[in-house]
């Protein structure tokens, strides 16, 4: 059984910066198949970014430049450094491996 656990969310104002992280406790067989996404009211659920070996990321377009995916396999942690913050990033974003999902955290961007 897997369980991930996010944290790291709040209320940050325009152009500001959070750090989320996303442990990783169970069957884990490494960070390299973890993401994040992320949800708005009535929006759908949407990839921000997810982290591949090698190093290998891939990041939404809306998300590119401003959010960097990490990670630290003996942790077994993920970690979204989030800057330039608007307010359409606001959500719940949460962590994700193979079909497991957190219970999110919530990201508010407003001033």
């Known amino acids: 059984q897997v369980q991930l656990v996010e944290s790291g969310g709040g209320l940050v104002q325009p152009g500001g910066s959070l750090r989320l992280s996303c442990a990783a406790s169970?069957?884990?067989?490494?960070?390299?198949?973890m993401g994040w996404y992320r949800q708005a009211p009535g929006k759908e659920r949407e990839l921000v970014a997810r982290?591949?070996?090698?190093?290998?990321?891939i990041y939404a377009d809306s998300v590119k430049g401003r959010f960097t995916i990490s990670g630290d396999n003996a942790k077994r942690t993920i970690y979204l450094q989030m800057q330039s913050l608007k307010s359409e990033d606001t959500a719940v974003y949460l962590c994700?491996?193979?079909?497991?999902w957190g219970q999110g955290t919530q990201v508010s961007v407003s001033s």
């Open positions: 994700n491996y193979l079909s497991e």
């Open positions: 169970g069957s884990i067989f490494s960070i390299n198949m």
């Open positions: 982290i591949f070996s090698g190093g290998r990321t």
